[in-house]
C-alpha cells in the first residue's frame, strides 16, 4: 500500500507538486477572511456553492471563505477540519457528445462547526464584521419550524429559529447598524425558498419577543433572495473507485466530491441581492435576474418533465439507471421526442434548445449511476406538477394529444399496477412510495384481470377523469385518454418494448 500524504493546508503550503493533472490553490486563498456562513455541510454545498465561490476567489472577486455549519450529528464537520476545509471536486460527464473529467481542490470552505456542540461559537460568528452572506441547504424539510422549540434551547432546534436567533445575535453586537445587514440565500428546492424562509424567521422572532427594534432591522439590512441550484452532486465516490482517485490524486481525500459538469445557481432578489450576485460571480453558472420563475419552469417541465416521462417506459424495459434509459435503441429516440418535440416547443424560456440539449446530454453521462426507481418517489404527484402542464398546452397549441407524453403517462399507469415493486419489495430492495398511487391501483382493481378494450378504457377515464390527482380532468383534452388507453392495451398485449416500437414506428410514418 502507498503512503500518500492527506490533502490539508499543510500540503498545500508546502506547494508540492502531487500530480500533472491536479492543481493545488495558491497558499495565498487560505488567508481569505471568513465572509460566508452556510448551514448544511452536505455534498450540494460543497459541489455547487463551494465551487462557485472558489472561482470567485480565484478570479479576486469574493475573496473570503466559508464557515460550515454543521447540526445532523453526521461527524462531516470533523472530517472538514482535519483537512483544513480543503477537497477535491470531480467533475465528469460529457460535453458536446465528449467525456470529460477534471479535478479541482476547492480552498472556499475553512472550517466547519458543529450548532449542537460549538454554538456559543456559531453565534460569535455572527458578531464577526466581514460576514456577508448566509448559505442554507436543509433539505426541503429544514425549511420548516419545530413545534417543540424555544427561545432557551442552545441550539434551536429548526433552522429557521436558528438563523433567527444569528441574526438577533448580530443585530444587537452592532447595535442594529444597517451596514452589518446580509444577504440570505437558501438553495432548499421549494418555491420562493428565500420568501418562505424570511417569513419563518419573523415568526420566530414575534414568538420569542426578539423585539420591534430588530424586525425593523431585519426588513431594512437583511435580504432574502429565492434561488434555483441545479447540479448533480452525487458525492461520495463508489468503494470501487476510492483506489483509482486516490492513484490519480497522489494524495488521501475522505472529502472527494464527485458531480456533474453542468452547474446552475440563479439568484433572484432585491437589489443588494442582485449587485452581491453580479458582483461576485465569475462563472455563468452563477447569475441574478429579476425573475426566477422561468428557470424553475424550465427545469420542472424539461428535465425533471423528461426525467418522469422516461422512468416507467425505462422500468417496464429493464432499464436500471437513466443513463441505461437514454442510451437504449428505443427509449433513446423516445424519450428525445418528447423533450425536443412536445415538451420544448410549449415553452417560452431562456435559452430553452440549449438547456433541453444540456439536459439529454446530462442524462447520458456515463458517470452517474442515477437509479431510475429513485425517481419513482411519489411519481404520480410528480406527473401532475412536471408532465401534465407540458399535455395541456400541446393539446391547446397542436390541436392533437402529444404522442410520446400520452405513451408515458400510460406507462405509468402500467407501472402502478405493481409487478415490478412488488417483485422488489420480494427480493428484499426498497420500493420508493408513492402517496397519490392509491387511485390508480384502486381503477386497476375494479376491472380486476380484465384486458378487454371496454375495460382498458373504463380505467384509464376513470383515472384521467380524477382532477384531485391532475388538477384537470384529462378527459377533456380531446382524444387523450383514448390514446392512452390504446398504449395502455398495447403494452399489456405485448409489453413496453412492442408498444414502444409501434409507437416510434408510428412517429415516424408521421413525419414522413
Avoid at 166 to 187: C, M, Q, W
Avoid at 293 to 308: Q, S
Avoid at 390 to 413: C, D, M, Q, T, W
Wanted: glycine content about 10%; some cysteine; proline content about 4%.
Amino acid at each position: 500500500m502507498v503512503d500518500r500524504p492527506v490533502l490539508n493546508a499543510g500540503l498545500v503550503r508546502a506547494g508540492r507538486d502531487v500530480s500533472s493533472g491536479v492543481k493545488l490553490p495558491d497558499a495565498r486563498m487560505l488567508e481569505l477572511p471568513e465572509k460566508a456562513i452556510q448551514f448544511g455541510t452536505g455534498a450540494l454545498l460543497r459541489g455547487l456553492i463551494g465551487h462557485l465561490l472558489d472561482e470567485s476567489n480565484a478570479a479576486g472577486r469574493f475573496n473570503g471563505r466559508v464557515v460550515a455549519i454543521g447540526s445532523t450529528g453526521s461527524g462531516r464537520d470533523d472530517l472538514i477540519n482535519s483537512q483544513d476545509g480543503l477537497f477535491t471536486l470531480l467533475s465528469e460527464g460529457l460535453e458536446k457528445g465528449k467525456a470529460v473529467r477534471e479535478y479541482r481542490v476547492v480552498s472556499s470552505l475553512s472550517r466547519a462547526l458543529s450548532a449542537v456542540n460549538q454554538w456559543d461559537e456559531v453565534l460569535a460568528l455572527a458578531r464577526n464584521p466581514d460576514i456577508e452572506v448566509i448559505f442554507s441547504n436543509t433539505t426541503e424539510v429544514g425549511i420548516a419550524l419545530d413545534p417543540s422549540d424555544a427561545a432557551g434551547l442552545t441550539p434551536p432546534r429548526s433552522f429557521p429559529a436558528k438563523l433567527a436567533r444569528f441574526l438577533f445575535e448580530r443585530a444587537k453586537a452592532f447595535g442594529y447598524d444597517e451596514s452589518k445587514g446580509v444577504v440570505v440565500l437558501p438553495s432548499e428546492l421549494i418555491e420562493r425558498n428565500g420568501e418562505v424562509l424570511r417569513d419563518l424567521v419573523l415568526k420566530v422572532a414575534a414568538e420569542w419577543d426578539f423585539g420591534l427594534k430588530f424586525v425593523a432591522w431585519l426588513e431594512r439590512s437583511v435580504s432574502f433572495g429565492n434561488t434555483l441550484v441545479d447540479r448533480i452532486v452525487s458525492g461520495t465516490p463508489a468503494p470501487g473507485r476510492v483506489g483509482e482517485i486516490e492513484e490519480d490524486l497522489e494524495f488521501r481525500d475522505e472529502l472527494v466530491t464527485v458531480c456533474e459538469p453542468f452547474r446552475m445557481f440563479a439568484i433572484e432578489g432585491d437589489a443588494r441581492v442582485r449587485a452581491w450576485a453580479e458582483r461576485v460571480s465569475a462563472d455563468p453558472g452563477l447569475f441574478a435576474t429579476e425573475d426566477i420563475g422561468p428557470y424553475r419552469e424550465r427545469k420542472v417541465r424539461i428535465l425533471n418533465g423528461g426525467h418522469t416521462t422516461m422512468v416507467p417506459v425505462a422500468l417496464l424495459a429493464g432499464c436500471e439507471t437513466v443513463h441505461d434509459a437514454v442510451t437504449d435503441e428505443q427509449i433513446g429516440p423516445f424519450v428525445r421526442s418528447a423533450i425536443l418535440d412536445e415538451i420544448l416547443p410549449t415553452l417560452r424560456v431562456p435559452d430553452g434548445e440549449k438547456f433541453a440539449r444540456e439536459t439529454l446530454e446530462r442524462f447520458a453521462n456515463p458517470f452517474i449511476g442515477h437509479a431510475l426507481m429513485d425517481i419513482t418517489l411519489h411519481g404520480t404527484a410528480k406527473l401532475k406538477v412536471r408532465v401534465v402542464p407540458s399535455i395541456l398546452a400541446y393539446a391547446k397549441n397542436e390541436g392533437r394529444p402529444p404522442a410520446n407524453l400520452a405513451f408515458g403517462f400510460a406507462a405509468h399507469l402500467v407501472f402502478m399496477r405493481g409487478e415490478i415493486q412488488e417483485a422488489r419489495a420480494a427480493a428484499g430492495r426498497s420500493v420508493p412510495a408513492d402517496a397519490a398511487s392509491e387511485k390508480i391501483q384502486h381503477a386497476w382493481s375494479a376491472i380486476g384481470g380484465l384486458r378487454r378494450a371496454a375495460d382498458i378504457e373504463r380505467m384509464v377515464r376513470c383515472v384521467c377523469g380524477d382532477e384531485e390527482l391532475w388538477g384537470v380532468d384529462l378527459c377533456a383534452v380531446d382524444g387523450f385518454s383514448e390514446m392512452v388507453a390504446q398504449d395502455v392495451a398495447s403494452i399489456l398485449r405485448g409489453g413496453v418494448r412492442s408498444a414502444l416500437q409501434s409507437q416510434l414506428g408510428d412517429k415516424a410514418a408521421a413525419v414522413a
